[in-house]
């Protein structure tokens, strides 16, 4: 099927959205102009980076703009004369007003993480998985002026297993996000595509991650902190407190057996050649795969013991990253 002369405006900032974008160009999309956010210091250098998505437009000569709110008289006029048929947003950062959703001939689509409603908002991959979800996919969505509350152009499941991370779930669901992309804008000038509109049940919302999200609690059950190890990571991978320092969790998984119920929850229960095993709140146990010590790589947990043979000691306890009377405080 040939490409629809459809004239795309395209926002967004990720890497996520950048792979759609590249997308779109390489299938032979008419692309005519991209929104970014402003760029952003990055690094130990605090340099100025320029943004995934302009990286790509930069490459095929695209115009790039990068303001810090849209709607205002300047930035309508500009949009206005890119006479956009469709505008494709994705993981862009910004609200669009209403002024903004009304200009494209076809509206404005939106390509998200999650089955919605579930997971409107900012973080729907990690908060899937950080909730234990069994199933994720994507939604082309046409964009109204609430919260990820427009009607459903094409939705795609795929399932979550254990071993999934935020990034083998990003992956997948880029991938499924570009392949609904394209087809949704294949289709859009047809007529032949259907909205539906999102259910009021079920509805959740992904706020953003906090510095909190990333800190262990061994009180927690087993699955729990596993679910927030695969869920951090590589953001912001989770951690505790070991040797005086911070340990990242990288890669876990669930172990056999349970602890007695005098153990005391982040107890080293054996030190094995490949794997930790850590008593949880529950009495499960939680297998410790990959970590990462302050100022090194992630590494195995044999590479590490390689060097230091005595970083683990069975008996050893793996510390909250909170200290109890903090956490309890925090509370209330």
Known sequence: MSVP?????????????????????????DVVAVYSQPDRPSGR?????????????????LPVYQPTQLGDDVELGRLRDCRADVMVVVAYGLLLPPSVLALPRYGCLNVHASLLPRWRGAAPIERALLAGDRESGTCIMHMDAGLDTGPVLKR????????????????????????????VLLALPTGALRAEAQDTIGVTYARKLGKEDSQIDWQRSALDIHNQIRALFPRAPAWCLHAGGRLRLIRTRLGSGRATTMTTPGTLLEVGSAALRVCCGDGGILEVLDVQTEGKPAMGVASLLNGHPHYFDVGQVLHNAVPTSERQASLG
Do not use: M, W
């Not at 959205?17 to 032979?28: I, K, M, N, P, R």
């Not at 980076?49 to 000569?61: F, W």
């Not at 795609?156 to 087809?183: H, Y």
């Open 5 to 29: 002369a459809l004239r795309i405006v395209f926002a967004g900032t990720s890497d996520f959205s950048a792979a759609h974008l590249q997308s779109l160009l390489e299938a032979g999309f």
């Open 156 to 183: 795609v499941a795929t399932p979550i297993s254990l071993e999934d991370n935020a990034a083998s779930l990003t992956a997948r669901l880029q991938r499924l996000g570009c392949t609904s992309l394209r087809e």
């Open 45 to 61: 250098g605090k340099k100025l980076s320029a943004t995934p998505v302009k990286a790509v437009a930069a490459g095929y000569g």
